[in-house]
């Protein structure tokens, strides 16, 4: 089976910085565009950012400028790189991942992480 499994949250202070890893594991033939998404109690889930498998990349309004996303390839992996953190960025951060495996193609979701911006 295919997995995605975040890592990196935790809590930081206002101003601060994170750097979220998402690490796929399983069969995987192939990955297209992966993303990081975030969920606050009571608030829908909402993209922070993608990058595509060629390495071009869009962001939420709200991060622009202060996150980053990248990807390494060969280890099957995305970050999240977060900088001027701001207690609104406040969530579970999820990442998902359109993969190929051996029999399909589909979306993947991870289990989350979260990241608590507070002084």
């Known amino acids: 089976q295919v997995q995605l499994v975040e890592s990196g949250g935790g809590l930081v202070q206002p101003g601060g910085s994170l750097r979220l890893s998402c690490a796929a594991s399983?069969?995987?033939?192939?990955?297209?565009?992966m993303g990081w998404y975030r969920q606050a109690p009571g608030k829908q889930r909402e993209l922070v950012a993608v990058?595509?498998?060629?390495?071009?990349?869009n962001y939420a309004d709200s991060v622009k400028g202060r996150f980053t996303i990248s990807r390494d390839n060969a280890k099957i992996t995305v970050y999240l790189q977060m900088n001027s953190l701001k207690p609104e960025d406040t969530a579970v951060y999820y990442c998902?991942?359109?993969?190929?495996?051996?029999?399909?193609?589909?979306?993947?979701w991870g289990q989350g992480t979260q990241v608590t911006v507070s002084s």
């Open positions: 399983g069969s995987i033939f192939s990955t297209y565009d």
């Open positions: 990058i595509t498998s060629s390495g071009r990349s």
């Open positions: 998902k991942g359109y993969i190929v495996d051996m029999y399909n193609a589909s979306e993947y």
